[in-house]
């Protein structure tokens, strides 16, 4: 039977990512008993901000956009900083999709170079090109919900300097959902359960004014399928990517500001900016 969390739970005021994930593994682990729809629902209620009412509206940040920032470390970090629009933690579920676009789809370049890579690499020096090597790098590192191969496929594309991959918002999201859902810390579930994700949309932050720093986000449909009962979420990170030679890397220096985690496609997914990806 699946324990639900103390919704006084002092990690509950620590942050959205934490609060995002805590909700999702306690669907995870709701996968092991029969109710799986009602204890979602339930769930809702449990993992809100003790703070906030599950009514109130979040803080509005400053508006997201693609405009140069200035350059050199003082502009990177405030980019990366720069707090993002948080929408209500229910919006994670699967719900109503919007009659409205964020605006026209980011249109994804192809990687040039596949051998002797974890994922594809060799991107375009563009702000899509850092989309859509991130996308890679969070396709790849959250294949079965494993913090040890997100580690793996992390530090292949990691800068010298840049956050360690186990401080990083969606270790900790998979480490908490594998401690939630009563899995192993690492390796593959003994139980059948399997886990994936699968890119839907992505936007850019913003970059600094000579192109080589860009703060590039992606949202994707999460899902766990337990022998045929499958949870999904809406699950988004963001990283800051530099480019070094001809290849786009996970910058050195402090990481990106929690992303706005939402059902794809949702008014909540475009309320933040979210916009559908092509390739």
């Not at 480019?243 to 992303?259: H, L, M």
């Amino acid at each position: 039977m699946a324990r639900l969390m103390n919704p006084h739970d002092p990690r509950l005021s620590s942050g959205g990512g934490q609060r995002r994930a805590l909700l999702i593994l306690g669907a995870v682990a709701a996968l092991v008993v029969v109710v799986v729809v009602a204890l979602i629902v339930s769930l809702t209620g449990v993992f809100t901000d003790p703070q906030r009412g599950p009514e109130s509206a979040p803080a509005q940040p400053a508006p997201i956009g693609t405009g140069d920032s200035g350059s050199g470390p003082q502009a990177e970090a405030e980019l990366a900083a720069r707090p993002m629009l948080q929408v209500p933690l229910a919006a994670i579920q699967p719900h109503a999709l919007s009659t409205r676009t964020a605006g026209p789809p980011i249109v994804l370049p192809a990687p040039q170079q596949f051998v002797a890579t974890l994922v594809p690499t060799g991107f375009p020096d563009t702000p899509e090109g850092a989309v859509a090597q991130l996308v890679e790098l969070m396709k790849a590192g959250m294949s079965g919900g494993d913090p040890a191969v997100w580690a793996q496929v992390y530090n292949s594309l990691a800068e010298p300097g840049a956050q360690p991959a186990d401080r990083t918002t969606t270790s900790n999201d998979l480490a908490d959902l594998r401690r939630g859902a009563h899995l192993r810390p690492t390796g593959p579930s003994s139980s059948g359960l399997r886990m994936s994700w699968t890119p839907t949309s992505a936007m850019v932050k913003g970059s600094t004014a000579d192109g080589t720093y860009v703060v590039a986000c992606a949202l994707g449909e999460f899902v766990a399928d337990n022998n045929g009962r499958v949870v999904s979420f809406g699950w988004g990170d963001c990283l800051p990517m530099r480019r070094v030679g001809d290849q786009w890397k996970v910058a050195s220096g402090p990481t990106a500001a929690i992303a706005p985690s939402a059902w794809p496609a949702s008014d909540e997914a475009v309320a933040a900016g979210w916009r559908d990806i092509q390739r």
